[in-house]
């Protein structure tokens, strides 16, 4: 198993351009997360999967779109990068069940924007 | 509001000695958990440790005890022995029942001194 994996792990993009952070996940988790952690601030969820065919927005969601393509894969789209979305980008995955939920993370995506 | 505070943003600890890092919730909802994250300098979040709202007892898992105290709405983590190991960032993590967020604190780095 591989657990859930992100890419790319780095990047480094224009302010204005655009790109897609992928995530898929192994573990028929139903539901799939976006953070960004900056520092002093924690993790900010920008925007959640509770199933297959169903995304809601977080707490930080502006200039941010996702896509749940299947129930493995859950993208990220910046469609106009902006230097405010310089980052460290988490997904995560969880089953949600009965007693401990936890999220299962993958290793970030460290994004730049210049 | 759902809310998890991180009141200490550093600590320091002597190697072999325990440590107790904060964290207080805010949630009228009688059903949740509250989860323990690990984040070492590498930037991979490790899950540590589980407490249902409904446990009565306090949750361990090895060198970790959740020190979870319902009506002052804490849920301390307790580092037993320290090792050079645990030097990292420490977030506390809440998910009411029924709904699909967690909500993260802004951490506690740990430093353990040798």
């Known amino acids: 198993n591989a657990g859930v994996t992100q890419t790319p792990k780095f990047q480094v993009l224009k302010t204005g351009q655009s790109m897609t952070l992928q995530c898929a996940q192994d573990?028929?988790?139903?539901?799939m997360y976006w953070y960004r952690q900056d520092p002093g601030m924690g993790l900010r969820l920008i925007y959640y999967?509770?199933?297959?065919?169903?995304?809601d927005k977080g707490e930080v969601p502006n200039g941010y779109n996702v896509s749940r393509l299947n129930k493995r894969e859950f993208s990220l789209r910046l469609e106009s990068a902006a230097p405010s979305q310089t980052s460290v980008y988490f997904c995560?995955?969880?089953?949600?069940?009965?007693?401990?939920?936890?999220?299962?993370f993958g290793p970030g995506t460290r994004l730049t924007v210049l | 509001a759902q809310k998890i505070t991180q009141t200490q943003p550093g600590m320091f600890v002597q190697e072999k000695e325990a440590v107790t890092l904060d964290c207080t919730y805010d949630?009228?909802?009688?059903?949740?958990?509250l989860f323990w994250y690990k984040q070492p300098s590498s930037g991979e979040m490790i899950f540590l440790i589980y407490?249902?709202?409904?446990?009565?007892q306090n949750a361990t898992e090895g060198r970790y005890s959740l020190n979870f105290q319902k009506a002052r709405k804490s849920a301390n983590l307790v580092i037993s022995a320290s090792q050079l190991g645990d030097s990292a960032m420490y977030f506390c993590?809440?998910?009411?029942?029924?709904?699909?967020?967690?909500?993260f604190g802004t951490g506690t780095r740990l430093k353990v001194l040798a």
């Open positions: 995560a995955s969880s089953d949600l069940r009965e007693g401990n939920n936890e999220q299962f």
């Open positions: 573990m028929n988790h139903n539901s």
């Open positions: 999967s509770a199933s297959e065919g169903t995304t």
């Open positions: 949630t009228s909802d009688q059903s949740y958990g």
């Open positions: 407490q249902g709202s409904y446990d009565e």
């Open positions: 993590a809440m998910r009411v029942g029924g709904t699909y967020k967690y909500i």
